[in-house]
Structure formats: structure tokens, C-alpha cells
């Protein structure tokens, strides 16, 4: 027998995932643990993985970031289509409407706090090989040089499948897109890590901040709706959006 899906408190987890951002940035700015771990990945011979490399940068960098973009559009495409084409009607819903919003504002808003952090990557600090003194993140508007490294920008291409976490029909379905989410992230933000683009804290700032986006899309798109909203993905079952009805003359 397949069991419930977990039920989510949104406005809970908002507040926990705020609070966890704040603690985790205090303990950045303090502990100089992004350092130290960062201090693993890098040597005599330079960082464990070249960023030049065709062949990583192909299959952890550009593809997962073009599947990912192909799929929003087919999905977005299948939406726009569903309001002419009466075969398409099932593809109307407001799950496929948040699988597309998840996927555009996680990575549109992410990119945008980037420019406004200057935060510099690992690559450009001095104790790295660059030419910048290190800074921590609340100094960075204290020197000239600017950055856009924080939050981790990639990453969070992988971190928006934690929508699926908020749609799923099944306890085994939560945990499948949880640990997919959490295991394309972590690839794609642990490979930025690898090549000195990012630190820990960049990438642990964008799965809270990820996850604090789809939780306020989720209460702006389905209010008070059960949760989870009954679909299993685009083109599953799940309420569907109708247009209104003009009253009986």
C-alpha cells in the first residue's frame, strides 16, 4: 500500500530555513570555515579539477544546466499550447504552473543576488593563486574589486528539483525527488567547489535560499490547498486551472 506523501508546513519550514541562512552566514563570517575546507581542494599542482577541462565542465557544467533549461520550456511550451489545443487541457494545471516558476525565479533571483553581494570566488583570493586579499562576505563592499560568486549561481539549477518535494503524490515519490534535487545540486555545486569557483557557504546559502523561494511560490500559488497538491509532475493529474465561467443569462 502506498503511503500518504509527508505533509508540509510551509510557513514552518519558511521560518527554519530563514533562521538556518542567518546562523549559517554568522558562522561563515566568524569560523573562517569556508577556508579550511577549501584549503582541500587545492594544492602545489592548483585546484583538483580544471575548470578548462572540456569534458567535466561538459557533463557537470553545460549539460545538466541545458537539460534543465529544455525541460522548462517544454513544460512552460505545454502550458501556453493547453489554452488552444483542447487535447492538451490535462497539461493546465497549477502544478506545471510552479514547476515553471520554480525553475525560472530559483536561478533568475539567485543570479540576481549574486550582483549585488560582490562576493569573490576562492579562484581570485590571493591564498589561492589570485590577485584579491581575502575579504569575508560582509566585507566584500569594502574593497574595489568586485565580485559575483555568492550565491552559488550553478547550483541552483539543480536545487530548484526540490519543487518536486512540494508536488509529490507518494512518501516514495518525496524522497526520490529529494534525494535527486539534493544529488544534482551537490554535482553540480560540489564541482564548482572542486575548480575554486565557489565556497561551502555559497553553495549551502542557495539550497536555503532555493528552498525559500519554492516555499513562498507554493503558498502564493496554491494558498491553502492541501499539501501535497495531487500531481505527479506535467502532464499528471492535479488542479487544473479553468477559465471563468460567464454567469447564466
Not at 542567518?22 to 594544492?43: A, C, N, P, T
Not at 497539461?91 to 514547476?99: E, G, K, L
Request: proline share 6%.
Amino acid at each position: 500500500m502506498t503511503s500518504a506523501a509527508f505533509r508540509i508546513h510551509r510557513k514552518r519550514h519558511l521560518f527554519v530555513s530563514i533562521l538556518l541562512l542567518v546562523i549559517m552566514l554568522v558562522i561563515q563570517e566568524y569560523s573562517g570555515l569556508d577556508m579550511r575546507v577549501q584549503q582541500w581542494f587545492y594544492g602545489t599542482d592548483g585546484w583538483v579539477l580544471d575548470y578548462s577541462d572540456p569534458v567535466p565542465r561538459f557533463v557537470i557544467y553545460q549539460l545538466p544546466r541545458m537539460l534543465l533549461i529544455i525541460y522548462a520550456a517544454m513544460v512552460l511550451l505545454l502550458l501556453v499550447l493547453s489554452i488552444r489545443l483542447k487535447r492538451l487541457v490535462r497539461f493546465r494545471t497549477r502544478s506545471n504552473v510552479f514547476i515553471v516558476l520554480c525553475l525560472v525565479l530559483v536561478p533568475a533571483l539567485i543570479s540576481a543576488g549574486k550582483q549585488e553581494t560582490h562576493a569573490h570566488c576562492p579562484h581570485q583570493y590571493q591564498e589561492f593563486g589570485g590577485p584579491i586579499p581575502y575579504v569575508t562576505l560582509l566585507e566584500t563592499n569594502k574593497t574595489p574589486h568586485d565580485g559575483r560568486c555568492f550565491p552559488a549561481g550553478h547550483a541552483s539549477g539543480g536545487f530548484a528539483l526540490l519543487l518536486f518535494v512540494m508536488i509529490a503524490s507518494t512518501r516514495r515519490r518525496q524522497m526520490v525527488a529529494l534525494g535527486g534535487a539534493m544529488t544534482l545540486g551537490w554535482a553540480m555545486g560540489g564541482y564548482q567547489m572542486l575548480n575554486g569557483r565557489h565556497f561551502l557557504s555559497h553553495t549551502l546559502a542557495t539550497i536555503l535560499i532555493a528552498w525559500i523561494i519554492i516555499l513562498i511560490v507554493h503558498l502564493l500559488l496554491f494558498r491553502n490547498r492541501p499539501i501535497p497538491a495531487g500531481t505527479r509532475g506535467s502532464g499528471g493529474a492535479g488542479p487544473a486551472i479553468h477559465p471563468p465561467q460567464s454567469p447564466p443569462k
